[in-house]
């Protein structure tokens, strides 16, 4: 469908004046706005257990979000308006919403955010219910999705009593960016890479997400989940099933989902003796943060898919708080050749498939070659594809944007399934329910010693090897 020939929506956005709907959602919705992807005819309804004030005062907390340039925020804003609502009472919400849709005529679809804790999920699905808004909508859920296996399937049970599967569309935004889209784009449309994308040839994975940051004011959501739930039973293990799935049929949902959760079935049970759970050193003296918090902000592991493709290899995973840098990194490393054949070589690190998934991506391959001069001297180089640079003029979509506006089309192909956010928590449950003692670590470091120690005399590809 194009997008100009979307039909007429209201979006309901739960959670509208907290940090996601401020950092991510407006600024999406008015990208999308500004360069003529939402309908024609739209209205955005906030909604939270607090008002903001009248309409204007929200409109201008909106505003303050997006930071529109002269003559862009009228026509916008004036979609714009707030209304209270809570798992106990929807009432006022559904009339507003009803009212909405009067102005726009018949045909009108629902997109409904639903950016809420766990423990609220299911009592919010209840509430559409109850007040007829789980009709003619597309449910956007954010992660995560419970917090173990037991409440996963709880919640997926209530969501599939009142939605039908099609309707569903479990976010995981790490999904959405170009640079994991082109993951499948670097495998399958190149013959040069899927031929040697097994264990014949690969001799490790490793999936790298450090982030500078500490917690930004965000205690109650990291003492309540963690790291190992926020980020490892989501966005890295997602990242894995791109990298290790199978060629798809087709890259739609059905096929997507299927070769990923084939992946998630292959993973064997985790090591506990190869997880690394860390806090950083002043984690408790954040605001909201208790003193005796055992809450790991990092999380390294090791983990392997048993199947033909990959046996053996093994998939290194971090992630963490106030480290070393900011990172996207994924890291393919293949085996040695024989290098006896060259008086001398370059020693050190072997040939690297690096993809870099930060906004400006960047693909590169380091490599061995001659070294200019009069002997035959092996040295490292570096192959590399700027996209920003390779496809000059090109506009690259943001991960929320290109989400929303899958969701209002109805395309499940980059959001998760049932199956594989249930297979996932069988994965995690054991390390959630036996998990391995925190250790401390400096701010600005890169984690816990045995963390680093984890991959072997290889070491972590970031900070890179000198």
């Not at 992807?37 to 955005?44: A, D, M, S, V």
């Amino acid at each position: 469908m194009a997008p100009s020939d979307l039909p007429p929506h209201v979006l309901v956005l739960f959670g509208a004046t907290g940090d996601l709907a401020k950092r991510k959602l407006f600024p999406g919705l008015f990208w999308l706005w500004r360069n003529g992807l939402l309908p024609k005819e739209f209205r955005i309804i906030g909604s939270g257990r607090h008002s903001p004030g009248t309409d204007e005062e929200f409109r201008e907390h909106v505003r303050a979000a997006v930071a529109p340039e002269d003559g862009d925020w009228d026509g916008f804003a004036s979609r714009i308006g707030f209304q209270t609502s809570s798992a106990e009472d929807g009432r006022d919400l559904a009339a507003a919403v009803v009212a909405a849709e009067k102005e726009m005529g018949p045909d009108v679809r629902r997109l409904v955010y639903l950016s809420v804790p766990p423990s609220a999920a299911i009592g919010m699905v209840r509430m559409l219910e109850a007040n007829d808004l789980h009709e003619r909508t597309h449910l956007v859920m954010e992660k995560p999705f419970g917090t173990n296996l037991a409440s996963a399937r709880e919640l997926d049970e209530t969501l599939l009593d009142v939605f039908e599967p099609a309707q569903l569309f479990r976010i995981d935004h790490f999904l959405g960016k170009e640079a994991v889209q082109n993951i499948l784009a670097l495998r399958f449309a190149n013959g040069l890479f899927e031929p040697v994308w097994n264990a014949a040839h690969v001799c490790y994975v490793q999936i790298d997400v450090p982030e500078a940051i500490g917690i930004e004011g965000r205690a109650s959501f990291m003492e309540s989940t963690g790291t190992f739930r926020d980020m490892i039973s989501t966005h890295l293990f997602q990242l894995l099933g791109f990298v290790a799935l199978e060629p798809p049929t087709a890259i739609d949902p059905r096929g997507l989902h299927e070769e990923k959760a084939k992946v998630f079935r292959a993973i064997r049970r985790l090591d506990p003796s190869r997880v690394v759970f860390g806090q950083y050193e002043g984690y408790r003296d954040e605001k909201g943060v208790a003193d005796d918090s055992t809450v790991e902000t990092f999380v390294a592991l090791e983990a392997y898919v048993d199947n033909w493709r990959w046996k053996g290899v093994p998939f290194y995973l971090r992630t963490g708080k106030a480290l070393g840098a900011g990172r996207r990194t994924i890291t393919i490393g293949f085996r040695e050749p024989p290098l006896e054949m060259f008086a001398s070589d370059a020693d050190g690190t072997p040939n690297e498939l690096v993809l870099e998934l930060t906004d400006d991506a960047e693909i590169f391959v380091d490599v061995r070659a001659k070294r200019p001069g009069p002997e035959l001297e092996i040295a490292h180089a570096r192959m590399s594809l700027k996209l920003v640079e390779a496809f000059p003029g090109s506009t690259a979509v943001e991960a929320y944007e290109r989400l929303l506006l899958d969701a209002m089309r109805g395309d499940q192909t980059l959001f998760t399934s049932t199956e594989e956010v249930e297979r996932l928590w069988e994965l995690c449950d054991p390390v959630l329910a036996d998990p391995p003692a925190v250790q401390p670590y400096a701010q600005g470091s890169w984690g816990p010693e045995a963390a680093l120690e984890l991959p072997g005399p290889r070491g972590w590809r970031i900070p890179e090897t000198p």
